[in-house]
C-alpha cells in the first residue's frame, strides 16, 4: 500500500512539473488560437487635434527617478513625443532623493522645444523612500481618468496612449499593459526569454486577464488605486492584480511597445530573480482568493502560471523522495 502512494505521489508530482513546463503553455497558444484578442483600430491622430479629442480620458504619466542622469533626458524627450491630445496629457517626473544630477538634468530637459507643448511637472524629494512610498504618495495627488506608471529606463511607443485609450472604452477594463522589449540583451537565450514571456503573457489575456504587468508601461483606472502596504515586493503585480480582484480586466496589447535602453547585467538579473521568487510567494498569500473557481480563467491562469511555478522546487523534492523510498 505505501509502495503505491510512493508511485502515486511521485508521478503526480511529476505530471505537475511537465504540465507547468509544457502543458500549460501548449494549452494557452491552442485556446489563445481560438480565442483570439481583438485589436484595436488604427489610432494614430498625426499629432492633429479633431473633435474625438473632447471625449478622450485624461491621462497622468507617473515616471519615479532615483539616480537615472543617463537616460532622464531620452524618457522625457520621448514622453513629449507621444501621440495624444496635450490638454489631455500630464506627465509627472518625481526625484526620490537622487544623489545624481538627474533632477537638474530633467529641469533642463522640459525647457526644450520639443517639450513645450507638453504638461511637465518635475517633483525634486530630498530623501529617498523607494519606489513603492514614491508612488502610495504621488497617486493621491493625481486627478486624472487614467494614470500610467513608467519606467526611466523605458522608451514608450507613440500611439500607445491612443491604442490604451481605445481599451478603456470598454467599463469592464480596469488595466492595460502591453508588450515589454529589450533594447540590448545580455545574452541570446535572455532575449529568448522575454519573447517567451510576452508570448505567455499575450495569451493569458484569452483567458479573461493578464496576469500583473511589467513596470516599464502599465495604465489604470486612477480611482481604482489602493495604497499598496509597504513591504510589497512586485508592485507591478499586486497592483494591477488588486484591480483584476475587483472583478476588472486586465489587457494586453502587443502594438504597445515599452523598450527597455538599460542592458542587463549578471548582478542585476540575479538580484531581479530573487526579488521575482520572493514575490511570487508573496503574490501567492496575498492573492489567495484568486485560486477560487469563482474567478474562472484568472484562477485557472494564477495557479498553472505562479501557484506551479511557487511550488516546483518542493514538487522536484517529492520526486526525488519518493524516487529514493
Excluded at 511529476?14 to 488560437?33: D, E, M, Q, R, T
Excluded at 535572455?190 to 489575456?205: G, H, P
Aim: proline letters at 3%; aromatic letters at 10%.
Amino acid at each position: 500500500m505505501i509502495d503505491w502512494i510512493l508511485i502515486f505521489a511521485c508521478l503526480l508530482s511529476a505530471a505537475l512539473i511537465v504540465y507547468h513546463h509544457v502543458g500549460y503553455p501548449i494549452f494557452l497558444k491552442w485556446y489563445s488560437n481560438r480565442h483570439p484578442l481583438k485589436h484595436v483600430k488604427e489610432t494614430l491622430r498625426g499629432y492633429r487635434d479633431g473633435k474625438a479629442d473632447r471625449a478622450r480620458p485624461t491621462i497622468t504619466i507617473l515616471v519615479p527617478a532615483y539616480n537615472e542622469e543617463r537616460w532622464i533626458a531620452d524618457k522625457i524627450r520621448n514622453l513629449a513625443s507621444l501621440d495624444y491630445p496635450r490638454d489631455r496629457l500630464k506627465v509627472i517626473i518625481a526625484c526620490d532623493g537622487s544623489t545624481d544630477r538627474t533632477a537638474e538634468i530633467a529641469q533642463d530637459t522640459i525647457q526644450e522645444a520639443v517639450c513645450a507643448d507638453t504638461l511637465f511637472e518635475v517633483r525634486v524629494f530630498e530623501q529617498n523612500r523607494g519606489k513603492l512610498a514614491l508612488i502610495n504618495e504621488q497617486i493621491k495627488t493625481i486627478d486624472s481618468d487614467i494614470t500610467a506608471l513608467s519606467d526611466v529606463s523605458a522608451l514608450i511607443s507613440i500611439d500607445a496612449l491612443l491604442i490604451a485609450e481605445q481599451h478603456f472604452k470598454s467599463p469592464k477594463t480596469g488595466v492595460v499593459n502591453g508588450s515589454y522589449r529589450l533594447m540590448e540583451s545580455l545574452s541570446v537565450g535572455e532575449a529568448k526569454y522575454w519573447q517567451y514571456q510576452t508570448q505567455v503573457k499575450q495569451n493569458e489575456a484569452s483567458l479573461g486577464s493578464t496576469l500583473g504587468a511589467h513596470g516599464a508601461f502599465y495604465l489604470f483606472r486612477t480611482h481604482l488605486f489602493e495604497p499598496l502596504p509597504a513591504n510589497t515586493i512586485n508592485d507591478d503585480f499586486i497592483l494591477p492584480m488588486e484591480i483584476v480582484r475587483k472583478g476588472y480586466k486586465a489587457e494586453y496589447d502587443s502594438n504597445m511597445i515599452a523598450l527597455e535602453m538599460e542592458a542587463t547585467n549578471e548582478h542585476n538579473d540575479f538580484k531581479r530573480r530573487l526579488r521575482i521568487s520572493a514575490g511570487n510567494m508573496q503574490q501567492a498569500i496575498r492573492l489567495s482568493d484568486l485560486f477560487l473557481p469563482k474567478h474562472k480563467g484568472v484562477a485557472f491562469a494564477f495557479f498553472s502560471g505562479k501557484g506551479l511555478r511557487l511550488i516546483t522546487p518542493y514538487l522536484m523534492i517529492t520526486c526525488l523522495v519518493c524516487s529514493i523510498a
